[in-house]
């Protein structure tokens, strides 16, 4: 019965057959770590992909707020409106689970962006500056070094003048998450670019590379298949950090005043506004968005672990 | 290689002229320092004099002209908020900001080694996963809570540690340390260890990821059949090779443990030149913003310069490249 | 006689080493300068207050009382007035003061570099009568002069001299900027900018010793939260702000006390009343709603002040109806009533108005000037809300604040006015008269609001020297502010302190803290 069944369907089932047996999946199903991991990433990015369907209320729509429910302990009625919140209310009055809800949107939209345009940038860089070597590597490799001068936060405050500058009045309140995603992805591209070409260099002379070369290969065919499988792995544990790096940064820019509105708060806005409130007594508004950026950051990092574990031909 | 020295300060030199051009035209984007400048009962003819005292009504590469017609010279101009010489400020505050991250960075270094060689050794072991998910923790919340964080439970539910400050420095020349009191030692603790936090995660993890690449290399399982000691493997033969990303990762961490202690000295009050440059930028302070800028430029260019170095004294096929370039 | 003194010396000597005091304190901002005359802000004039004096001085409850002048009387029908110096007094370095010195710090004082000159903008000449008489002649009658200058330090002609400082230089700086020499109860002896100052008592200092301070050093901490953990652990002594959330938390705290009161400053809501069309927002281009005065109106009633204050300052501060605080002179007690929170009037005021579908706009905020500024301004937005005006809300740091207020890049925006000479006029002539250049009125009133009666009474109001018909300038002006609302005054902005608990020291509502009342027990 099996038999006659695996046989016409084999080119559909084929592939995530194929994918189940694989040394990938064998790896992750038998790492407990990862799967707890990757649960937790999976159930934060889709109560954050569909907060307005989960969250009680909406936290970005000011005429829905009432001040006077600002400060509720969790799961304790309000004291004027006898309203009760599952993980309290800010100092606005916005209910902190639906806040974090929304906020960890706009945080997993800045960090997922910035990464990967960081990434795109620097390895393309990278590559290039290892590949060709001559005035183009010098050109790129000073460009990365007046990068690496400027601290992320002014790179970000530069990025912010300047783009305040030119948008019009009405569109800047929308435009500072890309403001805040280019920022971060340009202090960032750096580091992949600099290690793409620190291991790109050593791969070059190998003798692989120069096969290629000799059947006539051309460059970018060898860069992009044959050079850049062989550095993803420092370009993994890197990004893997950035991911959640990026995160954090975006808490750090916020507490130095260049963050995501605070009418539209991000996790990182969240945690600045509640760390404000530690000596204070409510500890919930701290308390909540912390363990929340906790989870998603550590569970993103422990999924990059074994992720580059798991990819590395030389490890298994 | 002299050669090759020679042509990387001179394209040293110009990254610095670019970095100058750069930071000189985003001041104006950084905010206007006449407000701080003037109290609350300024009229409109007090400000536009002001601006002209300052040259700020000058277009940006006039300000900056002048600005590195001076800089050549030594002279960084006078802060708008201290009123006293740039060059004395820095030199006042930088030996604080030296010593932190002389601290945090030997932290990261050794216990990020240590650490690593010992999780990629016992990859399997429970101490060893404990270790690496811990680490995590450290890097997955922001730097400016994790020393709130720390202040809140050493010095206020402790009372151990001090919650702000170098505590008592002693002059040595022009150097104020804080290495020869109690005190000084003391305050250093916390805000080493917010700063070096993140840096130690990372080498650790790196060195974690090379090793265990390294020790599955062909040479070392040469070297195991060969009968030689886990020991002599580990360290000598492994380690060693893991150096090349380890001292890349090295090197640019040292600039970011410099970027770093803007956060973290912001929030321990620590009087180094982040938090001097975090008050420049509070203040518009521009004369202050445009040295530190210069300053942090000339210490990246040599740490690249130097990290560059170690590459090709380290790996020796890297030489051949270096002709060429 | 000089028995006696070395006895009460002895006796004094033996009372200070018993209680021998070491004093740290902290606050958010380095005073910027130790020279009195190049920074007018209140950082700076608070902390020198210690090392310096003015002819007056203020007293614990804000009344002006002799300093180094021992009196002073109107010179004819309001020409000028005659300040009697104090006599016997030196400054730190040892040299005596007399008419000489106060003529010469107010050439200082007045002059193009000094940040202190709008002080003086009524004055037409000072004139020296004797080595301890010195005549003020003023271009007009001025009632308030004396009190005015309650913060005008004076510096000794020869050390300031001597030490090529005969001129403020806040740009390059001089001698006088990181070094003191007043006649001040304290002496600074160590100065390093942004990290730390310390002062010593002045031996010689003329008054009666209250405090018993043998040292004090200030550090400025700027993260609030890293300020009320060193004050918790006792790294400090006292710190200046406490974050209005953590009131409750310290007070609980048997080690540290809260000390609160009100402040000067009075936060407020103001508007475009110029432009044509509003700048923000989709409705950009749009005609102005904000230059009817029922629209400001139902602004005014829409803002829920109450809830404000109780839950974002916790019940730490006061609603305000004026631009002025009830402590402040000429405040109007016939205007104290302000607009009711009024959801359905605010609507039906903007029905009126034309603009029952509501509009948007946008709304500027600093967000590290005033306390928890970024907050009040989102619950703005959220009550304005309610009536269906829609805020944006754009809050920036006060470096890009004020250049955005004077581009007029806003439609609405808050402010805060803490009136210098702590009274109602003021903000009058800061904030409501018309704007002019030359007369230097209205610098601070962004909007251009502009009104003829205001206009031509307080040129009244300044030169008035009956109380009575002050006053009733005073409440006329406060009720056209009122009528055609303004601005929106919102509250009284608190002052919040925290010290240790054997700390026993005076707060005075100007913010000023005064290490003379000061007493560690």
Known sequence: ?316 | MFAYIVRRMFQSVIVLLVVGLVAFSMFRFVGDPIDNMLGQERTQADIDRLRGELGLDQPIPVQYYKFLREAVQGNFGVSYRQGRPVSTIIAERAPATLELAFVSGFLAITMGIALGVFTAIRRQGVAANIIMTVSLIGVSLPTFLIGILLIYIFSVELDLLPSFGRGETVMIGNWSTGFLTTSGLKALILPAITLGLYQMTLIMRLVRSEMLEVLRADYVRFARARGLSDRVINFRHALKNTMVPVITITGLQLGSIIAFAIITETVFQWPGVGLLFINAIQFVDIPVMAAYLMLISVMFVTINLIVDLLYYAIDPRLRVDARAT | MILRNSAIGLAMLTVTSVQAADFKWASTTDPQTMDPHAVNSAPVLGFLNNVYEGLVRRDKDMSVQPALAVSWEPIGEGDGWRFNLREGVTFHDGSTFDAQDVLFSYQRASGEAADTRSWFAPVSDVIVVDDYTVDFMMTAPNPLFPSSIANWMIMDQGWTEANDAAVPDKEAGNYATINANGTGAFKVTEREPGLKTVLEPFDGWWGEVEHNITRAEFNPIQNPATAVAALLSGDVDMINPVPIQDVARLQEDGDVEVIQGIEARVIMLGFDHEAETLKYTDDAGQPNPFRDPRVRKAVAQAVNVDAILATIMRGNAEAASQLVSPAMSGYSEANAERPAFDVEGAKALLAEAGYADGFSFGLKCPNDRYLNDEAVCQAVVSMLAQIGITAELEAMPVRNYWPELREDNYDMYLLGWSPGTFDAEHPVRFLVATPNEEKKLGSWNFGGFSNARVDELLPAIQSELDQTKRQAMLDEVAQIIQDEQVYVPMYVQPLVWGTRSNIELTQRPDNFFLLRWVTVN
């Open chain 1, 1 to 316: 019965m099996t038999d006659t069944f695996e046989t016409p369907s084999a080119p559909t089932k084929s592939r995530f057959a194929k994918f189940w047996d694989s040394d990938f999946a064998w790896s992750f199903r038998h790492s407990p770590v990862a799967m707890i991991a990757s649960l937790v990433v999976l159930i934060l990015v889709l109560s954050a992909v569909f907060a307005p369907l989960i969250a009680p209320y909406n936290p970005f729509d000011p005429a829905s707020l009432n001040l006077m429910n600002g400060f509720t302990p969790p799961g304790t009625p309000n004291a004027f409106t006898q309203d009760t919140f599952l993980m309290g209310t800010d100092d606005q009055g916005r209910d902190v689970f639906s806040t974090i809800l929304y906020g960890m949107r706009i945080s997993l939209f800045v960090g997922v962006s910035a990464v990967l345009l960081a990434m795109i940038i620097g390895i393309v860089l990278g590559l290039i500056a290892a590949y060709f070597g001559g005035w183009v590597e010098t050109l790129i490799m000073r460009v990365a070094d007046v990068q690496l001068t400027f601290p992320a936060i002014l790179v970000a405050m530069l990025i912010f003048g300047i783009a305040k500058g030119v948008t019009p009045p009405e569109y800047r309140n929308e435009m500072a998450i890309y403001v805040l995603i280019i920022a971060i992805a340009l202090s960032d591209w750096v580091q992949f670019a600099r290690v793409v070409r620190g291991a790109a260099l050593v791969e070059k002379n190998k003798e692989y590379v120069q096969a290629a070369r000799l059947i006539g290969r051309g460059s970018f065919p060898i860069m992009f298949r044959h050079i850049l499988p062989n550095v993803l792995s420092p370009v993994l544990v890197i990004a893997t950090i950035s991911l959640a790096l990026a995160i954090i940064a975006e808490a750090t820019l916020s507490f130095l005043g260049v963050g995501a509105p605070p009418t539209q708060p991000s996790l990182g806005t969240l945690i600045r506004i509640g760390q404000g409130f530690l000596f204070s007594g409510e500890w919930w508004i701290l308390f909540f968005p912390a363990c929340t950026l906790l989870a998603l950051a550590l569970s993103v990092n422990l999924l990059g672990d074994w992720l580059r574990d798991a990819l590395n031909p030389k490890l298994r």
